[in-house]
């Protein structure tokens, strides 16, 4: 069997017992009428923009009243997933080794694990969550599924923001280089960046085009923050777009 094959007869078999699961850990944990509607902000950006940096300073940082800030990136989700194992571990390491993306409900799966958790925090009753979406959504399935599975629910998130990092992709490729080379990533060589800056074009234009031409009519903001400067200067400006939306 192909890996493509192989990752999606894994991904049928085991998506009809992961959703089922969680869909019990959303009726079971999810608090009933919950008066607080938590945020989703999704933060997209080329490979090496600095999307994670930023998303990990501002939820490291953030001392807000009523509100806490969580960091959901979608490439540490997977990373985890994939180290655990099992079936879930299984497709995501198949489509990986067979240059395929991972499905979206596998992804949505594993981001509505983390907002289920945090939503169901008793020691936190009462506090908005701000969710940063780091890498999400990477490209047009993502936010069909999205719309599917967590706006019609219970879950009380609500996208009002999205922030593209606009950076020239040769610095972009610099840092991921220099990255590479502190800390040993095999993906972080010049062929597998070309391939990634490749497939990042492809997928994320027409994901922008669809918000910033207004068809979805969401009120869903779209911002750009330059992030080809030094990081305290653009954490500044991206902590700024987002002043109106913590």
């Not at 998303?55 to 009243?65: E, G, I, Q, Y």
């Not at 994939?82 to 299984?90: A, F, I, N, S």
């Not at 606009?166 to 590479?180: I, N």
């Not at 095999?186 to 990634?196: A, P, S, V």
């Amino acid at each position: 069997m192909s890996h493509r094959s192989t990752c999606l007869a894994s991904f049928l078999f085991t998506m009809g017992l992961y959703t089922s699961y969680t869909r019990l850990k959303i009726r079971s944990r999810s608090p009933s009428n919950h008066p607080l509607v938590h945020s989703g902000i999704f933060v997209l950006g080329g490979p090496g923009a600095g999307k994670r940096t930023l998303c990990a300073r501002l939820a490291a940082s953030a001392n807000l009243d009523k509100t806490k800030v969580h960091h959901l990136s979608v490439d540490e989700l997977l990373r985890s997933a994939r180290e655990k194992g099992g079936q879930v571990g299984h497709i995501i390491n198949n489509c990986i080794l067979s240059d395929h993306n991972v499905p979206s409900s596998v992804i949505m799966e594993l981001l509505k694990e983390v907002i289920i958790d945090a939503c169901s925090d008793g020691e936190c009753s009462g506090v908005k969550r701000v969710f940063l979406m780091d890498g999400f959504p990477r490209y047009m399935e993502n936010i069909s599924v999205w719309d599917g599975e967590i706006a019609t629910r219970r879950l009380d998130v609500h996208v009002r923001c999205i922030v593209f990092l606009e950076c020239p992709e040769e610095l972009c490729t610099a840092r991921l280089l220099g990255q590479g080379a502190t800390s040993g990533h095999l993906d972080n060589d010049f062929e597998t960046i070309r391939k990634r800056f490749r497939s990042f074009r492809e997928e994320i234009y027409p994901v922008m085009s669809l918000f910033e031409s207004g068809i979805r009519n969401d009120g869903v903001v779209v911002k750009k923050v330059l992030a080809d400067r030094p990081m305290d200067m653009v954490y500044q400006d991206f902590l700024n777009v987002l002043q109106n939306f913590l």
